[in-house]
T-cell receptor, first 113, second 112 residues
Framework: EAQVTQNPRYLITVTGKKLTVTCSQNMNHEYMSWYRQDPGLGLRQIYYSMNVEVTDKGDVPEGYKVSRKEKRNFPLILESPSPNQTSLYFC????????????FGPGTRLLVL | QKEVEQNSGPLSVPEGAIASLNCTYSDRGSQSFFWYRQYSGKSPELIMSIYSNGDKEDGRFTAQLNKASQYVSLLIRDSQPSDSATYLCAVRPPGGGNKLTFGTGTQLKVEL
């Protein structure tokens, strides 16, 4: 079954405590990205990756890091989380040049106290 | 001006009616347009894509694109309670690639 998985699905943490949200896809997609979704602001892209070892900033990259060491995995790292990073996060993957093939993961709901 | 604009709703329609969802975009060079459906607490899923002016039909869904007016819409015929969700409009900016810019979504409620 084609899927994008994210872990954890729910996370409550405190300001400044480093955390990583994992993302993995089994469709051999080249393109992967992270979004955050906030009420009234919609889905906004944080970072994206065109392929292994190729990453770039999206629209709201501040406070986040990513890496792409393997094609299937694209972890999102919050080195020092702050309350304004409380949000619903989605990982997505697609074939390069074909955004219509985009699959979203189930989402990770993060609360930073 | 937002790059992709949608009325947040909620849009309420009775069961069996036609629901009309609208989206405008600011970049005239945009080439590809997508409609996603997102149930509460779930991830978005693609339901329609449209690339050229006119209508594209898929079952009860029709996407309409008017590039001159920078307007894309989604019609849902014979609306069902299961269609109650938030509908996200997404636009692929000029230059290709995989980036999509999303609107904030319109909440649709289909009432019995």
């Amino acid at each position: 079954e084609a899927q994008v998985t994210q872990n954890p699905r729910y996370l409550i943490t405190v300001t400044g405590k480093k955390l990583t949200v994992t993302c993995s896809q089994n469709m051999n997609h080249e393109y992967m990205s992270w979004y955050r979704q906030d009420p009234g602001l919609g889905l906004r892209q944080i970072y994206y990756s065109m392929n292994v070892e190729v990453t770039d900033k999206g629209d709201v990259p501040e406070g986040y890091k990513v890496s792409r060491k393997e094609k299937r995995n694209f972890p999102l790292i919050l080195e020092s989380p702050s309350p304004n990073q409380t949000s619903l996060y989605f990982c997505a993957s697609s074939l390069r040049g074909a955004p219509e093939t985009q699959y979203f993961g189930p989402g990770t709901r993060l609360l930073v106290l | 001006q937002k790059e992709v604009e949608q009325n947040s709703g909620p849009l309420s329609v009775p069961e069996g009616a036609i629901a009309s969802l609208n989206c405008t975009y600011s970049d005239r060079g945009s080439q590809s347009f997508f409609w996603y459906r997102q149930y509460s607490g779930k991830s978005p899923e693609l339901i329609m894509s449209i690339y050229s002016n006119g209508d594209k039909e898929d079952g009860r869904f029709t996407a309409q694109l008017n590039k001159a007016s920078q307007y894309v819409s989604l019609l849902i015929r014979d609306s069902q309670p299961s269609d109650s969700a938030t509908y996200l409009c997404a636009v692929r900016p000029p230059g290709g690639g995989n980036k999509l810019t999303f609107g904030t979504g319109t909440q649709l409620k289909v009432e019995l």
